[in-house]
């Protein structure tokens, strides 16, 4: 089973709308992190926020917010006021605690565009 | 601020030849990783390394080869490159304390 699943592979919106960005993630894990990454066309993978699964409250960072339903397993990304420069590629990744070296896994992407 | 440095943004080489793909941080980052990105597919783990000299395989480590004589220098190694490993690569490191992730500006291989 994937354990980060991201359904939505192209978005639009409109210049200042809000938008969210989906996420789904699985593990049994009890101790785990759920990341957002932005990827503009030049490729550097840009660090957006951050929900620990034992934080009570929704991170926000900014015009990021991450909506996240522990039961449900869902860890969406909410982008208010959107900009022309949030057009990129937007990866959902989770960090499971019992691993050795904890690495990141990857959902398949969100490809954003930004309408003017 | 942190960086990992990745030693080519671009490369071509031909089939059956022997690559090496190099990573360099500077922070004293316990953990680095090597990931292959490719379209509809996201990122996936091709190796780690949780200290020097030690290493585990990831979610698609076949073809590759890795190594970690030095903390600061996690190196990707294809033995006989091949068209299918056509990807771009990222590097990335992680200290052991903490959930910061930094990643490398990518390496995009082409082989032919």
């Known amino acids: 089973a994937q354990k980060i699943t991201q359904t939505q592979p192209g978005m639009f919106v409109q210049e200042k709308e809000a938008v969210t960005l989906d996420c789904t993630y699985d593990?049994?894990?009890?101790?785990?992190?759920l990341f957002w990454y932005k990827q503009p066309s030049s490729g550097e993978m840009i660090f957006l926020i951050y929900q620990g699964s034992y934080d009570q409250q929704n991170a926000t960072e900014g015009r990021y917010s991450l909506n996240f339903q522990k039961a449900r397993k869902s860890a969406n990304l909410v982008i208010s006021a959107s900009q022309l420069g949030d057009s990129a590629m937007y990866f959902c990744?989770?960090?499971?605690?019992?691993?050795?070296?904890?690495?990141?896994?990857f959902g398949s992407g969100t490809q954003l565009t930004v309408l003017p | 601020d942190v960086k990992v440095t990745q030693s080519s943004r671009y490369l071509v080489k031909r089939t059956g030849e022997k690559v090496f793909l190099e990573c360099v941080q500077d922070?004293?980052?316990?953990?680095m990783f090597w990931y292959r990105q490719d379209p509809g597919l996201g990122l996936r783990l091709i190796y780690f390394?949780?200290?020097?000299?030690?290493?585990e395989k990831g979610d698609i480590p076949e073809g590759y080869s890795v190594s970690r004589e030095k903390k600061e220098r996690f190196s990707l190694i294809l033995e006989s490159a091949s068209t299918n490993q056509t990807s771009m690569y990222l590097c990335?490191?992680?200290?052991?304390?903490?959930?910061?992730?930094?990643f490398g500006s990518g390496t995009r291989l082409t082989v032919v």
């Open positions: 922070m004293d980052h316990e953990n």
């Open positions: 990744a989770m960090r499971e605690d019992s691993g050795s070296a904890r690495q990141l896994t």
């Open positions: 990335a490191s992680r200290t052991g304390v903490s959930y910061g992730y930094t």
């Open positions: 593990t049994s894990d009890p101790s785990y992190g």
């Open positions: 390394s949780y200290d020097v000299k030690m290493k």
